[in-house]
């Protein structure tokens, strides 16, 4: 998943607060961070209650237009509702295929249900984590800081015309 969040700190500022958060004592996170605006960080979580799951955030701050723009990429998984579809047509096919003579095939096809379910839940659980931290440490959000907004347009102001005998319209 490609991102753009959008922050009222400078590109320096940004950059020491990744790397404060970095090294901060609880260790949750790994990675590195450079003073041209390139990250990157990884978190690793428990998938299955055994089998460990890294993932990868990498980005850039830059300047852009006067706005501090983080721009970036990360490994995004599948949501719960998502997983159970990808299983239920693993399944679906796998039967079929077992049941059209090809057994072995239709086997394996059912038997990548669970390893499947490893990169799928934990980059969706590390996304999240990854992302949150990242809007949370640079205060950056998904849309431009107010004060940088264009303003709607202003409401025209009266006028009177001379045809009109001097009414004012709006």
């Known amino acids: 998943m490609q991102f753009v969040y959008y922050s009222e700190k400078t590109v320096s500022q940004c950059m020491l607060a990744l790397n404060e958060r970095l090294h901060q004592k609880s260790g949750k996170f790994d990675g590195w961070v450079e003073k041209n605006g390139r990250f990157s960080l990884r978190v690793s979580t428990t998938v299955l209650k055994r089998f460990s799951r890294t993932t990868e955030i990498s980005g850039k701050v830059e300047k852009e237009n006067g706005v501090t723009v983080v721009r970036g990429f990360v490994s995004d ?38 390893p499947l379910n490893i990169p799928l839940e934990g980059d969706y659980l590390n996304s999240q984590t990854l992302t949150g931290e990242i809007q949370r440490t640079l205060k950056a959000k998904s849309t431009l800081p107010a004060a940088l907004r264009k303003p709607k347009a202003e409401k025209k102001e009266t006028t009177r015309s001379a045809s009109s005998g001097g009414k004012t319209f709006r």
């Not at 579809?85 to 796998?94: M, R």
């Not at 049941?99 to 249900?113: E, R, T």
């Open 77 to 114: 998984g599948a949501d719960p509702r998502s997983r159970y579809i990808i299983y239920g047509i693993l399944a679906v096919v796998g039967g079929a295929l077992a049941l059209g003579g090809y057994l072995l095939p239709g086997l394996l096809a059912i038997g990548a249900i669970l």
